[in-house]
């Protein structure tokens, strides 16, 4: 007996899309990359400080720092350095009187990721501090 088979429903990637992604509009600091990167094609002299990348050189001191760790390839823990993490109970304590454990405190790579993570993992309302980045609110 042979089985039929419903034809395959081909989506658009749109579709396939988070609900909370689509429609946003191109965050403003890739608009103005890539406006940048437009007026350099044009040969104009374009200092780029949209993404947050720096157009000077790395300091002779950091680049020190990172030559001799360079061996240190493995993963991190996943909340950050737990010294980091001490580094920064300790900063809080000292400039703004809070009492924070480190195991209270995670380290990431960004705060625009951070915030999204969190918006993944917690439905609710985010408080988003302002002035700020001009892509966090999207």
Request: contains cysteine; neutral net charge; hydrophobic residues 40%.
């Amino acid at each position: 007996m042979s089985q039929i088979r419903p034809e395959p429903i081909e989506l658009s990637p749109a579709v396939q899309l988070n609900i909370n992604l689509r429609g946003l509009p191109l965050s403003a600091t890739l608009e103005i990359n890539e406006r940048s990167q437009a007026l350099q094609a044009e040969g104009r002299e374009v200092f780029r400080l949209g993404l947050g990348q720096s157009p000077f050189p790395v300091p002779e001191r950091l680049r020190k720092a990172l030559a001799d760790n360079a061996h240190q390839k493995d993963y991190l823990p996943v909340q950050g350095l737990h010294k980091l993490r001490a580094s920064i109970c300790r900063y809080l304590q000292r400039t703004q009187g809070l009492d924070f454990d480190p195991d209270d405190i995670l380290v990431g790579p960004g705060t625009k990721e951070l915030m999204f993570l969190v918006q993944m993992a917690n439905y609710g309302d985010l408080v988003i501090p302002t002035p700020s980045w001009v892509s966090y609110a999207p």
